[in-house]
T-cell receptor, first 115, second 113 residues
Framework: ETGVTQTPRHLVMGMTNKKSLKCEQH?????MYWYKQSAKKPLELMFV???????ENNSVPSRFSPECPNSSHLFLHLHTLQPEDSALYLCASSQSPGGEVDEQFFGPGTRLTVL | AQSVAQPEDQVNVAEGNPLTVKCTYS??????LFWYVQYPNRGLQFLLK??????LVKGSYGFEAEFNKSQTSFHLKKPSALVSDSALYFC???????????FGSGTRLSIRP
């Protein structure tokens, strides 16, 4: 519906597992974002990529590792997560970060539960 | 540093009545302001934005927002609420050409029939 898809929609993992979240945008945008949405907390920006180059990294723990192989795909690789990392992880894209036409289009999110 | 505040966790309105969802911001330069809506089990959807120009901005689904520079506010409004407007609403601010948008904590809007 929004042109941004995320898989999987739900993920349950143990603290020793390694998994990856995938995001794909079909809008021809040049910028992609990862956000973390926890209950009763503001939306937290994790990473920003512009033209496949990381331009923002908000002091995210190294157990989260982003990858942007091209302007349409964004991954978030997860390893040795903690229970407090359980949240909704949202991917977004925009035409370009910092430009006037910069409203972001969001995917439906991946609901992550860490046991 | 830029910041945004949504002082109300929840707003309750009867269907057909006007609604207002409040937002105040703080930036050192020119603000770019946004409103997004999130329905259950969905990502955020863009509603409207203010960049420059007319202080009253019209957006999707009949929503509008008024930019008030002196009060550093950007309240979301709708003249007549619908039950289907019930959702979580986020205000966001970006300072000029910065790549980072800061989101507010969200306001849950509940419209009763």
């Amino acid at each position: 519906e929004t042109g941004v898809t995320q898989t999987p929609r739900h993920l349950v993992m143990g603290m020793t597992n390694k998994k990856s979240l995938k995001c794909e945008q079909h809008l021809g945008h040049n910028a992609m974002y990862w956000y973390k949405q926890s209950a009763k907390k503001p939306l937290e920006l994790m990473f920003v990529y512009s033209l496949e180059e990381r331009v923002e990294n908000n002091s995210v723990p190294s157990r989260f590792s982003p990858e942007c192989p091209n302007s349409s795909h964004l991954f978030l690789h997860l390893h040795t997560l903690q229970p407090e990392d359980s949240a909704l992880y949202l991917c977004a894209s925009s035409q370009s970060p910092g430009g006037e036409v910069d409203e972001q289009f969001f995917g439906p999110g991946t609901r992550l539960t860490v046991l | 540093a830029q910041s945004v505040a949504q002082p109300e966790d929840q707003v309750n309105v009867a269907e057909g009545n006007p609604l207002t969802v409040k937002c105040t911001y703080s930036v050192s330069g020119n603000p770019y302001l946004f409103w997004y809506v999130q329905y259950p089990n969905r990502g955020l959807q863009f509603l409207l934005k203010y960049i420059t120009g007319d202080n009253l901005v019209k957006g999707s689904y009949g929503f509008e927002a008024e930019f008030n520079k002196s009060q550093t506010s950007f309240h979301l409004k709708k003249p007549s609420a619908l039950v289907s407007d019930s959702a979580l609403y986020f205000c966001a601010v970006r300072e000029g050409s910065a790549s980072k948008i800061i989101f507010g904590s969200g306001t849950r809007l509940s419209i009763r029939p």
